[in-house]
């Protein structure tokens, strides 16, 4: 089921695991099974510490096409219920690396924010395998399951759950479901994420204890292209930056196609931005990622305030935080966002 080369680059990517990750698929019949059974078989034959087991798992797990992942014998909260194929298997790829060691790409803050949260917190994300703005979410929800074990997180293919959509009236994807509640809808950033929860939870936001930051000359609010040059100038110039940003990339990071960057014959909006923050990280740039700046105290120097509960002094603020699309506010809308709903007739003429 997976080609020689995925199966050649999965190998190069588990020659950096740490620990041993064990797949456990529940048992039971399932007219899915026999193919899910041979792409978790394809896909842990590339090294030895990866581990595919079938056996009863005492109502852990959903059905029998679901799995989940074990490190050290125990269960990490995340689980896979079908096959995650199409853009969810870069979410389980990444799963299974920061399961057996590799960093979790969150702030420090917001690492701790999520640790603080003293109530379980079972999540599940119904999604479709089509969906381009479904993993962006399932694999921050990972990253929450992997940091507090009180967090569970649940990837559940929709088109393999017929009944479960209809009665929880899901009409579109991603839907996020929080202790059997509707918790968010459409496409929703890590920032959105950890807010809603902090109202949730208001005690983890004032246990943050990271580093304070200096006085910095130059700070920057957004990380779309503007924010990312505003940053890699003010550094070559010498001076102390950081960039505060719920992602960087900002609406570019959404683009499926560009082909208007001038010397660029075409590229997308990930590679680019991809691009954007190698750039960046060639300098001494401090990067706040997924975080928003709640509100800025005047004086001199200015005082900035996170929505992390941290503050710090800086000389100079820099507002790049760009536009946002005008929305009509129908149901579907923001699901659909590059699958038949577009904003831009210059950019997606020819799909019409």
């Known amino acids: 089921m997976l080609t020689l080369e995925v199966l050649n680059t999965l190998k ?21 099974r026999d193919e899910l059974v041979q792409f978790l078989t394809d896909f842990v034959s590339v090294s030895d510490k ?5 056996r009863e798992t005492n109502g852990a797990l959903r059905s029998p096409i679901t799995f989940t992942l074990e490190t050290d014998g125990k269960m990490t909260g995340i689980h896979f219920s079908g096959l995650p194929g199409g853009h969810e298997f870069n979410s ?14 969150l702030d420090d803050s917001l690492q701790q924010i999520i640790r603080n949260i003293d109530e379980p917190l079972n999540f599940e994300v119904f999604i479709s395998l089509s969906c381009h703005n479904c993993p962006d979410v399932v694999q921050s929800l990972n990253q929450f399951a992997l940091l507090n074990p009180k967090i569970t997180t ?17 009409q579109g994807v991603p839907s996020v479901h929080l202790n059997g509640e509707r918790f968010a809808d459409g496409k929703v950033e890590v ?18 204890t990271v580093p304070q930051l200096p006085q910095q000359d130059v700070t920057i609010v957004g990380g779309g292209p503007a924010g990312v040059a505003a940053a890699i100038y003010s550094a070559r110039k010498g001076m102390k930056v950081t960039m505060v940003a719920d992602r960087i990339g900002g609406q570019v990071k959404d683009t499926q196609g560009i082909e208007n960057l001038i010397s ?12 954007l923050q190698n750039h960046m990280n060639q300098y001494e740039i401090t990067i706040r990622e997924h975080l928003r700046v709640e509100r800025i105290e005047q004086g001199d120097p200015k005082t900035v305030h996170l929505s992390s509960g941290e503050s710090f002094d800086s000389k100079t603020v820099i ?29 997606t003429a020819d799909l019409y």
Not at 22 to 30: I, W
Not at 92 to 100: E, F, K, N, R, T
Request: hydrophobic residues 40%; proline residues 4%; charged residues 25%.
């Open 50 to 54: 990866l581990q595919f087991e079938q």
């Open 92 to 105: 389980l790829v990444l799963a299974v690396l920061q399961a057996s060691g590799s960093s979790i790409r």
């Open 12 to 32: 190069e990517y588990s020659e950096k695991m740490e620990r041993t990750v064990t797949l456990v698929l529940q048992q039971g019949e399932h007219a899915k």
């Open 264 to 275: 660029v014959v075409e590229t997308t909006g990930p590679e680019l931005v991809n691009a």
């Open 154 to 170: 649940e990837t559940i293919d929709g088109g393999l759950f017929p009944e479960l959509i209809e009665k929880r009236s899901i």
């Open 319 to 347: 507002i790049a935080t760009g536009a946002k699309w005008r929305e009509l506010g129908i149901p579907g809308e923001r699901e659909n966002i590059g699958n038949g709903v577009a904003y831009c007739p210059h950019c």
């Open 191 to 208: 920032a959105k994420l950890v807010e809603r929860l902090m109202a949730r939870n208001p005690e983890s936001a004032y246990q943050v």
